[in-house]
Nanobody, 115 residues
Framework: QVQLVESGGGLVQPGGSLRLSCAAS????????MGWYRQAPGKQRELVAV???????NYADSVEGRFSISRDNGQKTVYLEMNSLKPEDTGVYYC?????????WGEGTLVTVSS
């Protein structure tokens, strides 16, 4: 059974930093691409960053240069380092893995960027 558990969200001032973690279980973690998505209030869920099984990364234009995705295959964990946070980064951040039989999501962790 696939489980994804996010942590690390919270309230941060504009310009601040946060590091999100997503612990995975129930999958052969090292073989899967892992993604971070976010959903702002009243908006659709959007892709933030993805890291493939080889460690190649891709980012949304809105976070390029400020966010960094990484993975630890031994710990079965994917991270999202977020710097220079802006109010528009506020939202629930979700971890995602795509398997042959569908998408799996965590419960999400709330990030609020506000002074």
């Amino acid at each position: 059974q696939v489980q994804l558990v996010e942590s690390g969200g919270g309230l941060v001032q504009p310009g601040g930093s946060l590091r999100l973690s997503c612990a995975a279980s129930g999958i052969f973690f090292r073989f899967y691409d892992m993604g971070w998505y976010r959903q702002a209030p009243g908006k659709q869920r959007e892709l933030v960053a993805v890291i493939d099984s080889s460690g190649n990364t891709n980012y949304a234009d809105s976070v390029e240069g400020r966010f960094s995705i990484s993975r630890d295959n031994g710990q079965k964990t994917v991270y999202l380092e977020m710097n220079s946070l802006k109010p528009e980064d506020t939202g629930v951040y979700y971890c995602n893995v795509k398997k042959f039989n569908g998408d799996y999501w965590g419960e999400g962790t709330l990030v609020t960027v506000s002074s």
